[in-house]
């Protein structure tokens, strides 16, 4: 009983395999010996587990046929059979015989059709390339490896192409411009060798019978593949360029673009609606033309010369010339000369010439040239040239000119040039040029950075001071930047002094000379605001004291120095506060009383005395 239930679930698989199998494509073995057609026709239904539907007056059911055919489909015995005097196709488990018409004295088309088969194992193959290169007429073998082309009898000379990934590329030279069936057969690619290095075998369709092929001789070459080879890995940028393609174009159009990896199409021109609708046909992912006009989508393999379309441009290499795109331009090698995108522009390799982005520019690797962007401005190695972002620049190496970004500009290497920005500018190193921005940040610099504040890792200038003055008990202060240009942060606090501010926060910016190794001369000059918290007014108006200094910084030992010196300032306040307590106290002029003003102004010489922790 075991082996009984074994085999009865044997023969339903194998019934169910062949129910999902097209009735044309199923493999059968026949062996028919002087019978009627409609006798051949039973055995052929009975062999591939279908029925046949045809009007018996259409089809001679008398006629006697002789084939015997082994491991042969369903479509090729029936072409046998009929010698082409009869079309067929299928619907569900059913395969419908129609009488062929007439043929026309004059066609202006013929068909060719047959199956995609390996070469050593005879099995068929799909998914395989068939196209011919004039018309770019084009198709794709179904899961069956069957194919099948329609091609102008006007073509002076017919060369079937045929591509399959893995395997030898074969071109077909098709003598007949009748309707018939040439099938095809492919040599995988032998293992340790190099594809690119392969020749095209070429073989030639000598009869207008189905099949048979006089197969002329290539010797392949022997390679020894690189053993350092490695595949590259798939960055980010390829994985976008590989999403944006696959929203847009076919699967045929895929699977053309695998199979035909080594081979370029050039057209002068292509006019196209959406990627598969246009004159390049279902091939454009293999085609480089020198002008490309795109109503709504393009797709090609290059543009050598002028491109435009209405939405977007998809180009697989590299774009030389001129390219416009109403929203995006995506290309997948290098672009030499003017791209504009309305939004965005891609380019997955070089840029050479210039990028105007309504919103966002990208380039994968170098860029030579400008990159000009509404909000930002991407390139993944090096950017010599300009960079103007409306918000951010970002480059992935070294800058060498001009970045010039409304918030942040970022360098992940060297700058030779200029970073102006609204808020930050960042560098590993700054070797020519100057940073400008609210907040610069460099591992080291050449120049001087101006800003707000600026910070230098090495060789930069950073330090801590507690000090007092005759306004401020306490006065603590950060200096960063570098010795020749420095940013001073400050705050004060008085412990409740009577007559002195309660609380003081400053900012200016100072330079500092080498005396000797061990002292330092410095010129600063800061802006203090004063707060009291004892006046019901002190927000309606100000306090302010100017500040410029002379110190001397004297190293007392490892970082550790003391800075002392005179100072000259200027007091304003327009609230009736009148100027803080001094100690000592010596003053330049008092309470004075602007014109058609209510501000009450001060001077003094004042004095300032502290330590100082840096890093030099």
């Known amino acids: 009983m075991r082996y009984l239930l074994v085999l009865i679930f044997l023969f339903m698989n194998i019934g169910l395999f062949a129910q999902s199998v097209p009735p044309l494509d199923r493999v059968i073995s026949v062996d028919i010996r002087n019978a009627t057609v409609e006798s051949a026709l039973r055995q052929i239904s009975r062999a591939g587990n279908f029925e046949f539907s045809y009007n018996p007056t259409r089809i001679d059911g008398n006629a006697v046929v002789n084939i015997r055919l082994v491991n042969t489909p369903v479509r090729e015995v029936l072409n046998r059979v009929f010698q082409n005097q009869v079309t067929f196709k299928s619907r569900g488990n059913h395969v419908i015989l129609v009488r062929a018409e007439a043929p026309d004295l004059t066609p202006k088309n013929f068909l060719l059709d047959g199956y995609i088969l390996d070469e050593q194992t005879g099995e068929r193959i799909a998914q395989a390339s068939i196209f011919e290169k004039t018309t770019l007429a084009s198709t794709v073998s179904n899961p069956f490896g069957y194919y099948r082309l329609r091609l102008s009898t006007d073509l002076p000379t017919v060369r079937l192409d045929v591509r399959k990934q893995a395997y030898v590329g074969e071109t077909v030279m098709i003598r007949s411009r009748t309707t018939h069936s040439v099938s095809i057969r492919m040599t995988p690619v032998p293992p340790r060798m190099s594809l690119e290095t392969l020749p095209i075998r070429v073989t030639e369709d000598t009869t207008r019978s189905p099949g048979t092929l006089a197969t002329v001789p290539v010797e392949v070459p022997t390679i020894v593949p690189d053993s350092t080879a490695q595949s590259r890995p798939v960055s980010v940028l390829d994985q976008g360029l590989e999403r944006i393609t696959r929203l847009f174009v076919s699967a045929q159009q895929a699977i053309h673009d695998v199979n035909l990896n080594r081979d370029t199409l050039y057209r002068d021109w292509q006019v196209s609606f959406l990627p598969f609708i246009g004159t390049n046909h279902r091939l454009s992912g293999r085609i480089s033309n020198r002008i490309s006009v795109n109503m ?239 006046k019901a007014n002190q927000n309606d108006g100000w306090n302010n004291q100017i500040r410029l200094s002379t110190l001397i910084e004297t190293k007392l030992g490892g970082h550790l120095s003391l800075a002392f010196g005179p100072s000259a300032n200027w007091y304003f306040s327009n609230d009736g506060t009148t100027r803080p307590l001094l100690q000592p106290e010596v003053p330049l002029f008092s309470d004075r009383i602007a014109a058609n003003s209510d501000t009450h102004h001060w001077g003094w010489i004042g004095f300032q005395v502290g330590l100082r922790y840096s890093n030099l």
């Open 296 to 534: 709504l989508v393009g797709y090609s393999f290059g543009v050598r010369a002028f491109e435009v379309g209405g939405l977007m441009n998809l180009v697989r290499t590299d774009v030389q010339g001129f390219q416009a795109g109403g929203l995006a331009n995506v290309v997948g090698g290098k672009l030499t000369g003017v791209q504009l995108g309305g939004l965005a522009n891609y380019v997955n390799q070089e840029v050479n010439g210039t990028q105007f982005g309504g919103l966002v520019n990208t380039a994968g690797k170098s860029v030579d040239g400008v990159q000009v962007a509404g909000l930002v401005n991407y390139t993944n190695q090096n950017m010599k040239g300009i960079q103007i972002g409306g918000l951010v620049n970002t480059t992935g190496l070294s800058v060498d000119g001009l970045q010039l970004a409304g918030l942040v500009n970022y360098a992940q290497r060297d700058v030779r040039g200029w970073q102006i920005s609204g808020i930050l500018n960042r560098a590993r190193r700054v070797t020519s040029g100057h940073q400008l921005g609210l907040i610069n940040i460099a591992d080291s610099a050449g120049t001087v950075p101006i800003g707000l504040l600026s910070y230098v890792r090495k060789g930069g200038y950073q330090s801590l001071e507690v000090a007092s003055s005759e306004v401020n008990l306490l006065n603590v202060t950060v200096r960063t930047g570098t010795r020749r240009l420095y940013s001073i942060i400050s705050a004060g606090h008085n412990f409740d002094r009577v007559g002195s501010p309660r609380l003081s926060v400053g900012y200016g910016l100072g330079t500092a000379f080498g005396l000797s190794r061990s002292t330092f001369f410095s010129l600063e000059g800061t802006y203090h605001h004063l707060f009291y918290f004892d």
